[in-house]
């Protein structure tokens, strides 16, 4: 089975332009995440999905929005991409949502915003 | 505020044993992760504990300290493919993942 996974693997972007980055499951979890991750600073949740049709904000929200129309897929959107949007972004999904349950990552989108 | 605290980066050798600190702060505690990741690649999970005491899985361990917010991961028999990076993440009463910034472990020879 495939998991997880996440495209594209690397993009540069214009600041000011919109980008969405794809996230696909196939483990019919319920729960979904994306995930940033900058040098020197722990994983930092930016949305959260606890089940298809809900979404929930996370630590770090402002400038992205999700959208989980399905239970396999959990898009983030940028609308008007600003270079501190740099970074690797990680989706995750588990199985139950505020349990205890593994979150099992996707293989990462690294973003650079010029 | 959370927070969860563990050292940057640590060396070992090969063959040795390796044990790598986290000290956490959350707003309640539903338990601990570890999770290794190599560079470039996704975190993968290694060990949750909730309980206090040592959970043992083949080459790693994993501590828990309910009342000293603490955690340690013993590596043993190191081998070059432990080279990584390895994260701890307590799940706080929101059962919502407060991450660590990672220890880059490096193995020498």
């Known amino acids: 089975t495939a998991g997880i996974t996440q495209a594209p693997t690397s993009q540069i972007l214009a600041a000011g332009r919109s980008m969405t980055l794809r996230c696909t499951q196939d483990?019919?979890?319920?729960?979904m995440y994306w995930y940033r991750q900058d040098l020197g600073l722990g994983l930092r949740l930016i949305h959260y999905?606890?089940?298809?049709?809900?979404?929930g904000k996370g630590e770090v929200p402002d400038g992205y929005s999700v959208s989980r129309a399905n239970t396999d897929d959990f898009p983030l959107t940028l609308a008007s991409a600003v270079p501190s949007q740099t970074s690797v972004y990680f989706c995750?999904?588990?199985?139950?949502?505020?349990?205890?349950?593994?979150?099992?990552f996707g293989p990462g989108t690294r973003l650079t915003v010029l | 505020g959370q927070n969860i605290d563990q050292p940057t980066e640590m060396t070992a050798t090969e063959g040795a044993i390796v044990q790598i600190n986290c000290t956490y702060q959350?707003?309640?505690?539903?338990?601990l992760f570890w999770y290794q990741q190599h560079a470039g690649e996704a975190p993968t999970f290694l060990s949750y504990?909730?309980l206090d005491g040592l959970e043992e899985k083949g080459r790693f361990s994993s501590f828990l300290s309910r009342s000293k917010g603490y955690s340690y991961l013993l590596l043993k028999e190191l081998q070059m493919k432990d080279s990584a990076s390895y994260l701890c993440?307590?799940?706080?009463?929101?059962?919502?993942?407060?991450w660590g910034a990672g220890t880059k472990l490096i193995i020498k020879p």
């Open positions: 995750a999904s588990s199985d139950s949502p505020q349990s205890t349950d593994t979150q099992y």
């Open positions: 483990m019919r979890h319920n729960a």
């Open positions: 999905s606890n089940t298809a049709g809900t979404t």
């Open positions: 959350t707003s309640g505690f539903n338990g």
């Open positions: 504990n909730v």
């Open positions: 993440a307590a799940l706080d009463s929101n059962y919502q993942l407060i």
